[in-house]
């Protein structure tokens, strides 16, 4: 993301760029109704707002939720003080996210602890195919010891 100066007012182009989004991902969150930007002829104009929006609506899919999820969320904040429910049913949605969140993070845990301990198997599984040095030495001697028996034969049979 290119950092800059906040400003009032972006392009489709401007937004894109700044979120490091393509301005097919911008039209697609507008079709959705995330992000409203105004037109002037026609061309889209995004504020301040729509570009806070995004950053929202980014951070919500990093972490797993569904567009219709952020879009209610959105929502929460246009509501009055009247509406405890909708607010209480928010906070359930982000706390159950939380605990699917952290659910998978342990199950990640798990699953990297089994992969290391994979490895550490089949890295001692290696090491063991590679005789010891005293094996190495004995059949180092024995190959020595043939080798003069060989030659004793050989030199014996042409005589």
Known sequence: MTER??????TIRELADRFDVTARTLRFYEQKGLLSPTRRG????????DAARLDLILRGRRVGFSLEEIKEMQEI???DEGSRMRLETALERFRDRIATLERQRRDIDYALAELTAGCRWLEEKIADRD????IKRRARAFEALAAARLNDWTEGASE
């Open 42 to 49: 026609s061309t889209r104009v995004y504020s301040a707002a």
């Open 131 to 134: 005789p010891p040095e005293d």
């Open 5 to 10: 100066k906040s400003k009032a007012e972006y």
């Open 77 to 79: 904040e246009r509501l």
